[in-house]
């Protein structure tokens, strides 16, 4: 099992996002259950295409505060291994669109700013979502 020890670098199209703190992403898709008007129950379920959200921490508010709700581009993470031996990790989220901008300000230490970001697939055989090993 690979163990990264801290986000390299973070970007969102061409804007680099300084000092990437913590990401999440979660992946969910959306049930369509089919049946008759005359069935009792459900017969079949179907899933509509996958979403997948991110979330991503940054120290600072600066780039945060130039960024514009609606923007879409192609949002990169660049993981650094944990232990020498094994190969970093690049997250890339295509089609990603900036849903919500969270600016944190306090009293004891630096500012942060939490950018959230959705992206859909165009349909079935496609995801968003790409993880490949860095060299």
């Known amino acids: 099992m690979n163990r990264f020890g801290r986000i390299a670098s973070a970007t969102f199209g061409a804007t680099n996002l300084p000092l990437p703190l913590s990401v999440k992403l979660s992946r969910r898709a959306e049930a369509n259950?089919?049946?008759?008007?005359?069935?009792?129950?459900?017969?079949?379920?179907?899933?509509?295409?996958?979403?997948?959200?991110a979330?991503?921490?940054?120290?600072?508010?600066?780039?945060?505060?130039?960024?514009?709700?609606?923007?879409?581009?192609t949002l990169t993470c660049t993981l650094t291994p944990a232990s020498?031996?094994?190969?970093?990790?690049?997250?890339?989220?295509s089609g990603a669109v900036?849903?919500?901008?969270?600016?944190?300000?306090?009293?004891t230490s630096m500012a942060?700013?939490?950018?959230?970001?959705?992206?859909?697939?165009?349909?079935a055989d496609s995801d968003p979502f790409a993880a490949e090993d860095s060299q």
């Open 55 to 73: 979330e991503l921490r940054i120290r600072g508010t600066a780039v945060a505060e130039g960024l514009s709700l609606g923007q879409q581009a």
């Open 84 to 93: 020498s031996g094994q190969s970093g990790r690049t997250i890339t989220l």
């Open 98 to 107: 900036l849903v919500g901008i969270d600016l944190d300000y306090e009293q």
């Open 33 to 53: 259950s089919i049946g008759g008007d005359n069935d009792a129950f459900v017969t079949s379920v179907q899933l509509a295409g996958t979403s997948m959200a």
């Open 112 to 123: 942060t700013a939490t950018l959230r970001f959705l992206a859909e697939s165009a349909g």
